[in-house]
């Protein structure tokens, strides 16, 4: 109850301008969860990006799924949006299923589709998920997704998995730092 669940563009402007003036902030994430739209909340994130720019010059990366038509990567571009980040979080169906049954609903293939018409539009770099290791993915699964991202021009952020009490997975076991050194090292 402390915070407003559904911000106005107006909003998120205002704000974006006293974080520039008061604070120094540089840049901007912006993200909408997942809306039951099949646009995945990229209309909500073109409206927000058009009013943060009219306000102030900042650099903004959004965060959404894969929305169902890539038609949103450009229009996301052309409201304001910099960069980005549609994420994976984990890289093999079943763990997908298990973890987030949701999320695993948007098969892996349109993410890969969404990723390559996003970078076309926003740039190699400009793209980029998140990968969590830990949630029953092998490090080998992930160094193969994380593979395949690079070579389409995604940036593959691979983090541990961290429990948070009071979530369903707050008995998940964190990853060993030898797991996420058998990832990271080669990964880089």
Known sequence: GRTIARKTPAQLAEVAQAAVELDGVRHMVMTTGTPPTRDRGAQVLCDSAAAVKA???????????????????????????????????????????????????????????????????????????????????TADAILQMSQRLVDLGVYPFVVPFVPISGTPLEGHPAPSSDFMASVLKPLA
Request: include cysteine; proline fraction near 7%.
């Open 55 to 137: 306000a102030v010059d900042l650099p903004i990366q959004a965060q959404c799924e894969p929305p169902e038509d890539d038609i949103w990567h450009q229009r996301m571009r052309d409201a304001g949006v910099d960069a980005l980040g549609m994420h994976l979080e984990a890289v093999t169906p079943e763990v997908r299923q298990r973890i987030m049954p949701g999320k695993a609903s948007v098969p892996l293939e349109k993410y890969f589709s969404s990723f390559e018409a996003a970078v076309q539009v926003f740039g190699r770099g400009q793209v980029s998920t998140y990968i969590l290791a830990g949630l029953g993915d």
